[in-house]
């Protein structure tokens, strides 16, 4: 299954936008999101992003002095997990495409006393400017949905992992409880964007980040996605009932 969508054409959450256009949109989104992002995070999933982070840190299987890469890091929750896992002896490089995000990252891991063992590069998921076979693990999270062609992304990452190297994709998904769709459906469209509003005066983003997750491939979708990326022993977990899923895969 390749991307699905056709050439020339994108979703931006439930809008088809000319491909070439969608990462500027997504751009502008947390350009807005980002110096309120983290008290979103907590708002909107009350705290239960980071014990989906702390699910996805356990699976990373890193060792001390080991690199790791973490792709549209965004404000560093999981550059931050990686670092520990690695110590002082390991690498850990956080990427994202937008500066905002970065930057706000920067603060927040310098304010944690996180730095020397984590490199900051801000670049595209779709083409990673890493040399090939470099990294012991590579996480994304939340991020996959952002971007505009997930089989260009899966390659990239899937490039510069080292063989028998892990990647970890962190991503809301498909519930599997069909008789919670109603009440995830009312949270998503009204309170989401209700709160977007209240805290980041922005509901538009907001209503973007429900769209999007709609429109993200499942967890069997994505299983496909990264097996025609190359990657194998391809599985995943459903967390708070798939509301959110690890996808874990490797290169051989
Ligand atoms: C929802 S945030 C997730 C941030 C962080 N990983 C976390 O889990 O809190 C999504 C991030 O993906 C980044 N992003 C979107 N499109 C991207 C792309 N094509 N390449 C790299 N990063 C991208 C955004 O800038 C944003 O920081």
């Known amino acids: ?6 050439s020339d054409k994108a979703d931006f959450g439930f809008q088809s936008v000319p491909r070439r256009e969608k990462a500027g949109r997504v751009r502008a989104v947390f350009d807005s999101v980002a110096p ?30 080991q690199m790791a890469l973490d792709v549209a890091g965004g404000t560093g929750d ?47 998921a779709e083409n990673l400017p890493f040399a090939a076979n470099q990294f012991h693990c590579i996480t994304i999270g939340f991020g996959l949905r952002n971007v505009t062609n997930k089989s260009a992304a899966l390659a990239s ?14 991503e809301f998904s498909k519930p599997a409880l069909n008789f919670l769709k109603p009440v995830y459906d009312f949270y998503s469209f009204k309170i989401l964007p209700a709160l977007g509003e209240i805290v980041a005066s922005d509901a538009q983003s907001y209503q973007y980040l429900a769209e999007s997750i709609r429109m993200h491939p499942d967890q069997e979708a994505m299983l496909t996605l990264m097996s025609e990326a190359g990657l194998e022993d391809n599985h995943y977990y459903n967390l708070s009932g798939g509301i ?3 996808h874990v895969g490797y290169k051989y």
């Open 1 to 6: 299954m390749a991307d699905p969508q056709p």
């Open 36 to 65: 309120k992002y983290d008290l979103m995070n907590d708002l909107m999933s009350g705290g239960l992003h980071r014990l989906w982070k702390i699910f996805t840190l356990h699976r990373t299987g890193l060792q001390p002095g």
């Open 78 to 124: 999981l550059a931050a997990g990686l670092a520990a896992r690695v110590g002082p002896d390991g690498l850990v490089l956080m990427t994202d495409i937008n500066g905002a995000m970065l930057e706000q990252g920067r603060r927040r891991l310098l304010d944690r006393g996180i730095f020397g063992n984590v490199v900051m590069a801000q670049a595209n």
């Open 157 to 170: 990452m899937m490039r510069t992992l080292k063989p028998g190297g892990r990647l970890l994709i962190l």
């Open 244 to 246: 959110v899923a690890l």
